[in-house]
């Protein structure tokens, strides 16, 4: 059983469209969260929800619209995508309040060309 | 703002060695620190977890420290093999509701 499965893993697309990423967590995780690994392979965080709550929400462009349809799902919208945005987005889960340990999914490698 | 910084940047290393990896952060307020394994083209692999009121944790060969003051964490790998290769990221949580921030990690390479 995978616990943390995010969708599609590979994904090439040209600039100006838009594509979505769809992450699923069966931990029973209250908080869910976005991350970008650029090509440096910094990971930083893009948004994290909490009980589909948005409570962290990073510098990023606002073509970037994530979506928590419930507890177990955070999906990753990209608007009018763009040469910058080729990267690798992981998603990941965790439960605020015990500060268990954060699991990860496999990533979703985006290029844009 | 906290900032996390990781020791070497690349290591290698003779199959058998022991060695630390660092990580060190500049806001000793943490919550908890994790350390990650990071194989290449795949996700990320908790290794363990040191909560902000513990010293250490094990796990088999692996060690991590936990000294908040300083702000610093150590990862040691006991009699190192190939399959340790990967890259190993730390990460600190300030409060329970904050995102974890990564450090870039240390790229590890265990030679046979």
């Known amino acids: 059983d995978t616990a943390v499965s995010q969708t599609p893993k590979y994904l090439v697309t040209q600039m100006g469209n838009d594509k979505s990423i769809k992450c699923e967590q069966n931990l029973g995780h209250d908080t869910m969260y976005w991350y970008k690994q650029d090509s440096k392979k910094f990971l930083k965080i893009m948004f994290s929800?909490?009980?589909?709550?948005?409570?962290i929400n990073e510098t990023v462009p606002n073509r970037f619209s994530p979506k928590s349809p419930d507890k177990a799902h955070l999906n990753l919208h990209i608007n009018s995508l763009e040469l910058g945005d080729s990267a690798v987005y992981f998603c990941?889960?965790?439960?605020?309040?015990?500060?268990?340990?954060?699991?990860f999914g496999e990533g979703s490698w985006l290029t844009v060309v | 703002k906290q900032e996390v910084t990781q020791i070497p940047a690349a290591l290698s290393v003779p199959e058998g060695e022991n060695l630390v990896l660092n990580c060190s952060f500049t806001d000793s307020a943490i919550y908890n620190l994790q350390w990650f394994r990071q194989d290449p083209g795949k996700g990320l692999t908790s290794l363990l977890l040191i909560q902000s009121s513990q010293r250490e944790q094990t796990s088999g060969r692996l060690n991590a420290s936990l000294d908040k003051s300083s702000g610093r964490s150590t990862l040691y790998i006991a009699a190192s093999q190939p399959g340790d290769s990967a890259t190993y990221l730390c990460a600190v949580r300030r409060n329970y509701g904050q995102n974890f921030v990564f450090g870039p990690g240390t790229r590890l390479s265990v030679l046979p």
């Open positions: 990941a889960s965790s439960h605020i309040r015990t500060g268990n340990t954060i699991y």
């Open positions: 929800y909490n009980n589909k709550e948005l409570i």
